[in-house]
């Protein structure tokens, strides 16, 4: 099943000003096209060009890095695209969200201050998530274009902290973008959508 960049679910101007036209541009037309070409000629040579997207994350972690590099952080922004959306993050989450939130990573607050700090502490480029393991939520880091998929995990949110994610927007104030992700920026519903599916 060949990789496919997908369109934005919306258009470019709809995050600003958390998230710059200019900063979708790049990130969408340049950074994930060039993952979804090179993942398609990567994994059309490795004989994996049939499997599906998480397939492919899956068998190559470990054994072939050039394709799990690209199939991985294709993964990661099929899902990114659609985390975030016009309106969006704050605190008034789904009833079910709330509820796991509330038990499994100690409210909203805490959730927050969680995961913008493992963002933060994500040494170099990477990506920090909420997942679905063992029935329970938990947040985690990952380098580069890793993600919960290869350790028994589910992930349902995620935010990109490679350079290229929020160097237009904010230069070096890694803290400031990944605030403005959480406050003004996540689709909780598409969230709620992994989450579901995970359980």
Do not use: C
């Amino acid at each position: 099943m060949a990789f496919e960049l997908p369109a934005l679910p919306y258009d470019y101007e709809a995050l600003q000003p958390y998230m710059s036209k200019e900063t979708l541009e790049y990130h969408h037309d340049k950074h994930h096209k060039a993952y979804v070409d090179n993942g398609n000629k990567l994994a059309a040579e490795a004989g994996m060009g049939d499997l599906s997207v998480e397939e492919v994350v899956k068998q190559s972690f470990g054994k072939n890095a050039g394709l799990f590099n690209n199939a991985a952080q294709h993964y990661n922004h099929i899902h990114f695209w659609k985390w975030m959306k016009k309106g969006g993050g704050g605190n008034k989450l789904p009833a079910a969200l709330q509820k796991a939130f509330d038990s499994d990573l100690g409210g909203y607050d805490k959730f927050k201050a969680d995961f913008v700090a493992a963002g933060t502490t994500q040494f170099g480029s990477g990506w920090a998530w909420v997942s679905v393991k063992d029935g329970k939520l938990a947040i985690s880091k990952t380098p580069n274009g890793e993600n919960p998929l290869v350790h028994g995990a589910s992930p349902i949110l995620g935010v990109d902290v490679w350079e290229h994610s929020y160097y237009i927007d904010y230069r070096n104030a890694r803290p400031k973008y990944l605030e403005a992700f959480v406050d003004s920026l996540i689709n909780w519903d598409h969230v709620l959508e992994l989450y579901e599916k995970a359980k």
